[in-house]
């Protein structure tokens, strides 16, 4: 398996985004979003999101560089549209925006409007998080066919409409809550099918709407649809997810005809710790109601109770040393950097570069 240490891959990422149109600090941002994902062991959000990337540029549906329309500025209400602009950077400046705004008056309510794919969206829970401020996100998924069946359909109607909780620590995000509402993401059934393994029991149907763990024809024909994680309760939160970001927030809705592109909306609620009581309490009270979960006998069969964000954590420190990337991938990320007409040469210079 190709192994790639953090700087190396960031580099690679770099000069495709560059070559993408990107300015250095966007490529930058997308760079560092991307590898982060990775290191967090969320792989279908990481580098291997870059041939989609390059795809949608050369169809007009993601656009560097691009400049973020303010929409509405009143007070604690924030609303920015992204046109297109590329995901990563848009949704960046717009939760620093908010961060900024959440500083001044308590909280700030953001409504960002059609990004092209934002990614994972933890990463902006820890840009909060480090910032002081709790943030809660519902984010929908749009511009394509719907991947997602709420609970009782056997065909798709929404996207994998994810949702996210942070909370400050005293080092980076106490607790951070990152997930897909479908029992896997979409992305997850990619790495599985480039990989050529299954997908968990529950989480697809078939064309005909019956259970199935081969993700060829989902991934290949795009026929069936991922399921809702836990029954109608996750449905309940994937429905509310569109809502809140789509009909809510102004952003692209599942039900207005799509394209074949990947937009992003996101509806997010900032709140600065600080002007709430005193950050360094509430730190602590999280550490104890942390503790005191965590100091459960465990279930048989399982190791440890795990808190929301601690897998990722964990990952990103195993990681850290080297990043594997399934040769399929590899290979696609390789040919959409020639698309961009990126020599291997290129790309094995700026590896190299930063092999140490
Ligand atoms: P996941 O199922 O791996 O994890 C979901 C959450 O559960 C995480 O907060 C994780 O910390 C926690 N968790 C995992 N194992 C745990 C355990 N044993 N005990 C306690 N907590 C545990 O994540 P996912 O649903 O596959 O989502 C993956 C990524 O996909 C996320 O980063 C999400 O933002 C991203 N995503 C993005 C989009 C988009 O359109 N931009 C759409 C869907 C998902």
């Known amino acids: 398996m190709p192994t790639f240490r ?18 250095e600090t966007e490529a930058a941002e997308v760079a560092d979003h991307l590898v982060r994902a990775n290191l967090a062991g969320h792989d279908s959000h990481g580098v291997g999101m870059l041939p989609t990337y390059v795809r949608l540029l050369q169809s007009s549906l993601l656009v560097p560089n691009q400049t973020a329309e303010t929409v509405l500025d009143a007070g604690a209400l924030l609303v920015v549209d992204a046109r297109r602009g590329y995901g990563q950077r848009m949704a960046a400046d717009a939760v620093r925006r908010a961060v900024g705004r959440a500083r001044e008056l308590g909280a700030c309510v953001l409504a960002l409007r059609n990004a092209a794919h934002i990614g994972r969206i933890g990463t902006y829970g820890e840009l909060a998080a480090n910032a002081g401020c709790a943030f809660v996100a519902f984010v929908n998924v749009s511009d394509h066919a719907p991947p997602q069946a709420t609970f009782g359909a056997a065909e798709g109607r929404l996207g994998t409409n994810p949702f996210c909780v942070a909370v400050p620590g005293s080092d980076g995000p106490a607790l951070l809550l990152d997930m897909a509402t479908t029992t896997i993401a979409a992305g997850k059934a990619r790495v599985a099918y480039n990989k050529g393994t299954s997908v968990p029991e529950g989480a697809l149907i078939d064309a005909e709407g019956k259970p199935t763990t081969d993700p060829t024809a989902f991934i290949r024909d795009h026929l069936g649809a991922l399921l809702a994680f836990g029954r109608h309760k996750g449905s309940g939160l994937a429905v509310m997810c569109e809502i809140m970001a789509g009909a809510v927030a102004g952003g692209m809705r599942a039900d207005e005809p799509y394209g074949d592109g990947v937009m992003n909306s996101m509806l997010a609620i900032v709140i600065d710790l600080s002007k709430l009581g005193d950050p360094a309490e509430i730190v602590g009270s999280v550490e104890a109601t942390k503790a ?14 795990l808190l929301p964000g601690e897998p990722e954590r964990r990952s990103a420190e195993k990681r850290s040393q080297g990043i594997e990337v399934d040769p399929t991938t590899w290979n696609d990320i390789c040919a959409a950097a020639g698309k961009l007409g990126i020599t291997q040469a290129e790309i094995d210079q700026a590896l190299g570069a930063n092999a140490g």
């Open 292 to 305: 005191f979960i965590k100091s459960a006998r465990v279930a048989p069969g399982v190791e440890e109770v």
């Open 6 to 23: 953090p700087a190396a891959l960031r580099a690679v990422t770099a000069l495709i985004a560059r070559r993408m149109g990107s300015a």
